[in-house]
C-alpha cells in the first residue's frame, strides 16, 4: 500500500482539473479524502446514479451527482495570477503554518 501524503488542498479552495475528461474545468473543493486520495469538485465529473426511493430521496430515479477525482489531477489556482500553481508552506514571525503560492509568493488564506 502506498504510503499517505498530506496534500495542501483543502475544502473551499478553487482548483483546476489538469488531466481526464473535465480537464481545463475549474471549481470550488467540496470535500477531501487523504485516505482515498481524492477530491469533489463543485459541478465537475458529474455522474447519474439510479437509486430507488428511501426514508432520505422520497422520490427514486436517476440522480446527478459529482464524483470524486483524483487529488494528482488537480492543482491549485493562484487567486493572483488565475494560473495553476504548486503551494508551500511557511512559517511566519508569530509561529503560524501559512500556505503560500508557489508562483506569485502570495499568502492563501
Keep these: 500500500m502506498q504510503a499517505l501524503r498530506k496534500s495542501r488542498i483543502r475544502k473551499g479552495d478553487t482548483v483546476v482539473v489538469i488531466a481526464g475528461r473535465e480537464r ?3 471549481g470550488k473543493v ?3 479524502d487523504m485516505a482515498a486520495g ?3 469538485v ?3 465529473n458529474i ?3 439510479h437509486t430507488k426511493p428511501n426514508q432520505k430521496a422520497k422520490q427514486g ?3 446527478e451527482r459529482e464524483a470524486p477525482l483524483s ?3 488537480v492543482m491549485f489556482l493562484c487567486p493572483v ?3 495553476p500553481t504548486r503551494l508551500g508552506v511557511r512559517t511566519l514571525e508569530d509561529g503560524r503554518r501559512v500556505r503560500f503560492s508557489k508562483k506569485s509568493n502570495e499568502i492563501v488564506e
Design 24 to 26: 481545463g474545468k475549474s
Design 30 to 32: 467540496l470535500s477531501v
Design 38 to 40: 481524492r477530491v469533489t
Design 42 to 44: 463543485e459541478k465537475l
Design 47 to 49: 455522474i447519474k446514479r
Design 61 to 63: 430515479g436517476i440522480l
Design 71 to 73: 487529488i494528482a489531477n
Design 81 to 83: 495570477t488565475q494560473k
